[in-house]
């Protein structure tokens, strides 16, 4: 198996945390949307048509409430581990989107 497919397995792994970690959190959060799409899309194609968007995900504003930022996947593709499965461009766009929206910068994002 390649680097690369292993970085989308554990890039997919990190996905369903993310959906399941709030879930069962005391905050019971129910993300199906994004559950959704990883089922249909799988987890780096669910993330990209995320970062994409134009739009603020209801789930990312959700996350920001219940203080997990660092679950979004908006965060996740920053993690140095995943840089060769996204572009420099939508890397920048997650990034903005989590600064500019949230005043967040995740933890182990180099800004690269």
Known sequence: MSSLEEAKILFEKDMWNSYTVPLR???????????????????????????????????????????????????LILKPEYKSLFTPQLREIARQKLKIHYEYIAQWDTGE
């Open 25 to 75: 959190s005391r905050h019971h959060y129910n993300a199906h949307i994004f559950r959704q799409n990883i089922e249909d899309y799988g987890g780096v194609q669910a993330a990209k048509n995320l970062i994409e968007s134009d739009n603020i995900p209801y789930g990312l504003t959700k996350l920001y409430e219940i203080e997990m930022l660092d679950l979004s996947a908006e965060a």
